[in-house]
């Protein structure tokens, strides 16, 4: 049999590689010989997706005979990443494709890295959606996900020579995308503007007039793991209705002629950069809204296909909302049931709260949607209009169970009071859904006891819920760490745990085992050696794989405070540079490795960029500094460029102040990869540090119960810095003594931190830096470390997204599975 299997395995090989050369000549035209990586890349990302759709039919067929309840995940940001290795790892043809790419002359880790990312999202959400529909796909749930596809995703980071961040475009579609079908079939009319005219006794209104345009289907087929079964992404572009104007063209009007069509097509033209902060612009309203409004006549469409009455609707459709970016959808839902399908509103809304279930990601006030009404209404007359029946109704019941209190009803309404109004659009989602979900644990319980607890009063406890985050262990450790993967099957004897992440914590007792800890350190040095080299050659910095790997790899902003964390290096610095020779010995080596983008309209957060680059500069060339410090800042963080540095980290940097960041998820991927946690009381980090066990992470800072008196105490109490903490007044002198570069540049980030310090910096910093201590006092003690890096990477079974999916699927959805038969 082992014969046979070789043999089949050469037959498989040879097809794989005609179908490469298939695609070469065909379908890109070109010489198979003379063929560089770019096109060897698209000819085998070609022949991948034939796989792909062979079962994207399959699934697709039966689930239109067999017509189970789906779920639709509409996110708004879609942070896919490349798909060439994760769909041949998920097709387990991973081996056949480099086989055959390798005969064609090729080397396959060459080609993946011809693909571009899809990088249609910011950060932690947008990710998010990526490792749900993997594991809604893997798990065979009957589900889709909707979303926008933008000519531009999130902006290229480039670092200036002062350390500044510049912005340049993503063009990622200048190639073919290999991954995506273009429906021209499936398009539908959006319509902005216009003028209401309401139909007397009835609830019905003609909306018309404004503009149209279309929003036309692109299909990106999301293959499971080790299953037939294939997910659907439907990303919406628009276009315009018709090519251009006739009548100016004729006139001669060559400009008015083109306006209204390139109009069209500037809707999905780019990513809106901004993560967790509300940009209240109106083209960002039409996305959101082209993309609610399409996804929702499709999804109609697909419905009366079954010939059910409206009343079933909640019976065949969920609809899970990432954030309030969706939230138009519900209004949009009974407009149309109400104008188009002339059902009576009550019966209407009864359908709609049905169908709808909305994810909180913030508690930040900042970061919640709010329109200005004028705003609104002019690009959506009808939808404020039934905002404010819905608006009208829902107060009632309010009035009802609290007669008279009418500061309940100032706040709970969907309309804020004051000039300009405002548009809710967070109290808007939780009046039209059956469940509201925080994305951690204490996120969860803030939800209900801060910003949403008059709605947990009002509709019950049982309309809240958690679902904590999960992380896809395929991308995350298959895909990024083969080498571990493969030592984790081979130790436990199979590949189930892929599918079945608890598992790997039958792995706990390798800790104490000698051999396997050899084994497991060794891997961990690989991918260091494998990071230091990218950054010796793309950067020029020359790291000591000797040295601890701390890593704080995520969107920069105040409330994750990577300030802290550069402080921390100054301080370093301060104390490596005061130091005789024989105290530097006995330093632990540090490599402090960010990487993370900053909306480009925030000005502190790139202020933090400019100081870490700034300082990278002065200590990594300090010859007193010698191998004792390096600091790294690696320019336009990604997908991709995470699938290097997380299998690379020996520390996971997650130092929100705490009760500020929803959950995290960077933390979970880390972890996966055995980096010790080094992070506050906050998000997921609470859930992950009882997993893994308190001893083998390294917590610290104030807990979010004392935030809030602290803050107080910051702002209108204010004790001087260096009451506050001796230590980061001192690295505030060196800065503002210019030691990296003209040091009042940094004054706009240093003085809120004198001055009221929101975030807790100084407050922090002392802990922080008895945290970083036990850090240099367990490195020292390689096989420790090394006990307790396993015992992180084998607790965080909990943390797949696997587990997140089914908790949704169970509590919020009520779906099963529905696997295609094979065969
Ligand atoms: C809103 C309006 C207008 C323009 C942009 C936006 C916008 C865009 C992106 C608002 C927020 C975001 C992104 C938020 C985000 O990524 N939140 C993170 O979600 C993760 C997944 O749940 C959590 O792990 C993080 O804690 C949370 O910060």
Redesign the pocket.
């Known amino acids: 049999t082992a014969l046979k299997a070789e043999h089949v395995d050469k037959e498989d090989t040879q097809a794989v590689a005609n179908s490469v050369v298939r695609h070469v000549t065909t379908t890109l035209a070109r010489q198979a010989a003379n063929l560089d990586d770019i096109a060897a890349y698209q000819a085998t990302a070609l022949s991948v997706k034939d796989q792909l759709l062979k079962r994207w039919n399959e699934t697709t067929t039966y689930h239109t005979k067999h017509a189970p309840k789906r779920v639709y995940y509409f996110s708004i940001?879609w942070l896919m990443g490349r798909s060439l290795d994760n769909a041949v790892l998920n097709l387990d043809m991973r081996n056949t494709y480099e086989t055959a790419t390798q005969k064609l002359g090729f080397n396959f880790e060459d080609l993946l890295n011809e693909e571009r990312d899809a990088a249609l999202g910011?950060?932690?959400?947008?990710r998010?959606a990526a490792c749900y529909i993997d594991s809604m796909a893997t798990l065979n749930l009957p589900g889709w996900g909707y979303g926008l596809r933008y000519s531009y995703g999130i902006f290229k980071q480039l670092i200036s020579n002062t350390g500044e961040q510049l912005e340049a475009p993503d063009p990622w579609l200048d190639r073919e995308n290999p991954w995506e079908i273009a429906r021209i079939d499936v398009s539908y009319p959006i319509r902005f503007y216009g003028r209401v005219e309401s139909i007397p006794n009835t609830s019905r209104a003609i909306w018309s007039g404004g503009t149209e345009c279309l929003a036309v289907a692109y299909d990106v087929p999301v293959p499971g793991f080790a299953t037939k079964n294939t997910a659907n992404l439907r990303l919406w572009a628009s276009r315009p209705i018709q090519g251009f104007d006739l009548n100016s063209f004729n006139a001669g009007n060559y400009e008015a002629s083109v306006q209204s069509s390139s109009d069209a097509e500037n809707i999905t033209r780019v990513l809106?950069p901004?993560?967790?902060?509300?940009?209240g612009k109106e083209l960002?309203l039409k996305q959101q809204y082209l993309w609610c409004s399409a996804s929702l006549q499709d999804i109609l469409r697909r419905y009366q296909k079954l010939d059910l009455s409206w009343e079933q609707l909640p019976d065949y459709v969920v609809i899970q909302m990432n954030?309030t970016?969706p939230t138009i959808s519900i209004v949009e839902l009974m407009r149309i049931l109400i104008d188009e399908e002339e059902v009576p509103y009550d019966v209407a809304w009864k359908i709609t709260t049905k169908v709808f279930a909305y994810t909180n990601?913030?508690v930040l006030p900042e970061?919640l949607?709010k329109w200005p009404l004028p705003l609104f209404e002019n690009l959506l007359p009808r939808h404020l209009q039934l905002i404010y029946q819905i608006n009208l109704n829902f107060l009632n019941d309010v009035a009802k169970r609290f007669p008279g209190d009418m500061d309940r009803i100032r706040r709970m309404s969907i309309i804020e009071e004051g000039t300009p109004k405002f548009v809710r659009m967070a109290h808007l989602a939780i009046v039209g859904s059956f469940k509201v979900n925080g994305?951690a644990e204490l996120h969860s319980q803030l939800l209900q006891s801060t910003i949403f607890r008059d709605f947990v009063e009002f509709k019950g406890r049982d309309s809240f819920t958690n679902v904590t985050?999960g992380i896809t262990p395929r991308r995350w450790l298959l895909q990024c760490n083969p080498r571990l993967a493969q030592l984790i099957t081979d130790t436990l004897g199979s590949e189930h745990w892929l599918v079945h992440l608890k598992q790997i914590a039958q792995l706990l007792p390798m800790a104490d085992n000698a051999q396997f800890r050899a084994a497991f350190r060794e891997i961990k040095n690989e991918n260091k050696t494998r990071l230091a080299e990218v950054l010796a050659s793309e950067l020029n910095i020359q790291v000591d794989i000797d040295s601890v790997f701390t890593c704080q790899i995520k969107r920069l902003h105040e409330y994750k405070r990577q300030t802290l964390n550069i402080f921390g290096v100054i301080l370093r610095y301060l104390q490596i540079k005061k130091a005789t020779p024989e105290e530097r010995k006995k330093f632990v080596k540090h490599t402090a490795i960010f990487a993370g983008k900053a909306a480009p309209g925030y000005y502190i957060a790139k202020l933090v960029i400019r100081l870490i680059v700034n300082v990278s500069k002065i200590v990594n060339n300090d010859p007193d500094v010698g191998h004792l410090l390096r600091v790294v800042f690696i320019p336009d963080y990604s997908v991709s460029v995470a699938e290097v540095l997380v299998p690379a980290a020996d520390v996971s940097v997650q130092i929100s102040t705490a009760g500020t960041?929803?959950?995290?998820?960077s933390n979970m991927k880390l972890g996966l990869n055995g980096a010790l946690l080094l992070g506050t009381v906050d998000?997921a980090n609470i859930e992950i540090a009882e997993d893994v066990g308190e001893e083998n992470a390294f917590l610290f800072g104030h807990l979010a119960a004392d935030v809030d008196a602290v803050r107080y105490a910051n702002s209108y109490n204010p004790t001087p810095l260096a009451e506050r903490s001796p230590e980061l007044a001192e690295v505030f002198k060196a800065i503002e003594a210019n030691t990296f570069g003209d040091g009042h540049i940094y004054e706009p980030l240093l003085k809120p931190i004198y001055d009221n310090d929101y975030y807790l910096v100084s407050n922090d910093f002392g802990s922080y830096l008895a945290a970083e201590r036990l850090v240099d006092e367990l490195w020292r003690d390689q096989e420790e470390w090394t006990k307790k890096s396993i015992r992180t990477a084998f607790s965080m079974g909990d943390f797949t997204s696997d587990r997140s999916i089914q908790d949704y699927a169970d509590s919020i959805w009520s779906i099963e599975p529905d696997p295609v038969p094979e065969n």
């Open positions: 940001e910011n950060g932690g959400l947008g998010l809106y901004n993560d967790n902060m509300y940009a960002r954030d970016h990601h913030t970061a949607e994305v985050n960041e929803a959950s995290g998820t998000g």
